[in-house]
């Protein structure tokens, strides 16, 4: 049987009709390459920050749009030492929590969190050391599953009371979601009206998990010229030939894997989602490498985040 919860805190009771597949499919990813390319746009023409993933469930290649903030604290001057504050935010998109709805026939509304890594490298113009963000730890506290009181995980759960059914310590992460399911309300103004009718809710926006920002510590090459950051090429290998040259080959993890430098672990219920990641983009939008089958590829320095070194006096 699976718990999931209810708007007022309580949890609801699926039977074993539910497959166990169903409900880690739900939680992969944004969906697959195929109709993404906005994401590989950047915005007004700025710099992507796409990562490109493989899950534990399928072979398909998966985006997600996730955020990357990197702001020098002082004017880059070659040659010279500088920090930068580094943020961002892990993104679930509302069309893909809206899919999620359609494979589960269940009430949820808050993810656990397990494991989030988000590593940022800087590419060129500056030496440094990789800097990874992790989810926000003031924003994302331990809690106990069924009363929501205070826990360490450290404590292997003894925090929690054992209550109704496992009572587990986690970060549990709420979807956004609306109950305004009256006519002429603000589902039924989404064209969501089949989600009220099986849920009683529907989807009212992305699912945005921020990041706690951290500072990089940086040495300016001596050559000035620009500084680009992006999220780390994890080393995954590419196609060499055919008419998907030059397009990720992403793995399928494992849950129990060592997780990477661009990964997420998510429990679905009591069901694992292992995710690993690198930058990426889609191989058919404009920063692509141009294929045939929807898929990524490495993101180019052309599309990295800059700021300007200036030259030393």
Request: net charge negative.
């Amino acid at each position: 049987m699976l718990r999931l919860p209810l708007q007022d805190g309580h949890r609801l009771r699926l039977g074993t009709d539910i497959s166990p597949v169903s409900v880690l499919l739900v939680f992969l990813t944004t969906g697959p390459v195929v109709g993404c390319a906005s994401l590989s746009d950047g915005p007004d023409g700025g710099p992507v920050t796409t990562v490109a993933c493989g899950d534990n469930l399928t072979e398909d290649d998966w985006l997600l749009d996730w955020e990357l903030t990197v702001m020098p604290t002082q004017e880059i001057v070659a040659g010279e030492d500088f920090s930068a504050s580094i943020d961002g935010v892990a993104k679930l998109s509302e069309a893909f929590l809206d899919r999620a709805l359609t494979l589960i026939e269940g009430r949820v509304q808050e993810l656990n969190l397990a494991e989030l890594n988000a590593t940022v490298h800087v590419y060129d113009g500056a030496s440094g050391a990789d800097v990874t963000l992790t989810a926000d730890s003031a924003k994302y506290e331990y809690e106990c599953e069924l009363d929501g009181a205070e826990c360490d995980p450290a404590n292997r759960n003894d925090d929690c009371e054992q209550g109704f059914g496992p009572n587990r310590c986690g970060r549990f992460v709420p979807l956004p979601t609306s109950h305004d399911c009256n006519p002429g309300g603000f589902c039924e103004s989404r064209g969501k009206t089949q989600q009220c009718e099986l849920n009683d809710f529907c989807i009212s926006g992305d699912l945005e998990i921020e990041l706690g920002e951290e500072t990089g510590q940086y040495t300016a090459s001596p050559g000035g010229g620009e500084v680009l950051w992006g999220w780390a090429d994890t080393g995954f290998e590419v196609r060499d030939r055919g008419p998907n040259e030059g397009t990720w080959i992403l793995p399928m993890p494992a849950y129990s894997d060592p997780t990477g430098p661009i990964s997420l672990r998510v429990l679905a219920g009591v069901f694992p989602v292992a995710l690993e990641c690198t930058m990426g983009v889609d191989c058919k939008g404009p920063y692509g490498v141009g294929c045939v089958d929807s898929l990524s590829s490495p993101t180019p320095k052309e599309a990295l985040i800059a700021h300007p070194s200036e030259p030393a006096f």
